[in-house]
């Protein structure tokens, strides 16, 4: 069966440090990636998205993320987090060719001033 | 316009009434769906339409009756809600009836059932 971890359920920074952020699939083949970002009461908001390629993905707002096939992971980094980065993140997982996602069940990032 | 509009955005409903959310998008994205949020959760699939089409359903009650009335528009018809229905609703699209380009979401509408 198809899963989705992110096995960080909070995590704290401080401004201006740096954020790995985790996410682990399983999967038999390769999935289509994301990651989406949702500040309080409200949708989310696509950040970046891994189909094939380049595994060092760019992303909004300075992220990037990194396709690891021998990991099963795509882990979502930023080099300097601002405040505004405070917010709950997503990582999804769709099957080619197929309508539908499974999403991990969330990190909340706190960002300490 | 590459937006979800999603209206209302807050909703108060007793477990008697009838009511409906709206969502529409205009990218000619030729999938919408409906997803379910509860706090401190992720979103779970409600009802995917694929060309106008109702192509999933994941076994959801039938007091929750979605309308697809063309390409742009999408509705859910409330009626004789419980309590914990109350949740974010989000709407989403796609450009064609697969995940492979990921989906827009709008901002959702808070469902407080009285």
């Known amino acids: 069966a198809q899963s989705v971890t992110q096995p960080d359920i909070h995590i704290t920074v401080s401004e201006g440090a740096s954020l790995e952020l985790r996410c682990n699939y399983s999967?038999?083949?390769?999935?289509?990636l994301f990651w989406y970002v949702q500040s309080p009461g409200q949708g989310l908001q696509l950040l970046l998205k891994?189909?094939?390629?380049?595994?060092l993905v760019q992303g909004i707002k300075g992220f990037e993320a990194e396709f690891k096939r021998s990991q099963s992971s795509f882990n979502l980094r930023k080099p300097s987090v601002h405040w505004s980065d405070a917010a709950e993140y997503f990582c999804?997982?769709?099957?080619?060719?197929?309508?539908?996602?499974?999403f991990g069940s969330g990190t909340k990032l706190n960002v300490k001033p | 316009d590459t937006e979800v509009t999603q209206t209302p955005k807050h909703l108060v409903m007793g477990m008697t009434n009838k009511k409906s959310l709206k969502c529409e998008q205009h990218m000619g994205h030729r999938a919408m769906y409906w997803y379910k949020q509860k706090a401190k959760k992720p979103p779970e699939l409600m009802f995917v339409?694929?060309?106008?089409?109702?192509?999933i359903n994941e076994s959801v009650p039938s007091r929750f009756s979605p309308e697809c009335p063309n390409s742009s528009l999408l509705n859910l018809h409330l009626h004789a809600l419980q309590p914990e229905d109350s949740a974010l609703y989000l709407c989403?699209?796609?450009?064609?009836?697969?995940?492979?380009?990921?989906?827009?979401f709008g901002s959702g509408t808070r469902l407080t059932v009285v």
């Open positions: 999804a997982v769709g099957l080619y060719n197929f309508n539908k996602f499974y």
């Open positions: 989403a699209s796609s450009q064609d009836s697969t995940a492979n380009y990921g989906y827009t």
């Open positions: 339409y694929s060309y106008e089409k109702l192509s």
């Open positions: 999967y038999g083949a390769t999935p289509y």
């Open positions: 891994y189909f094939s390629g380049d595994t």
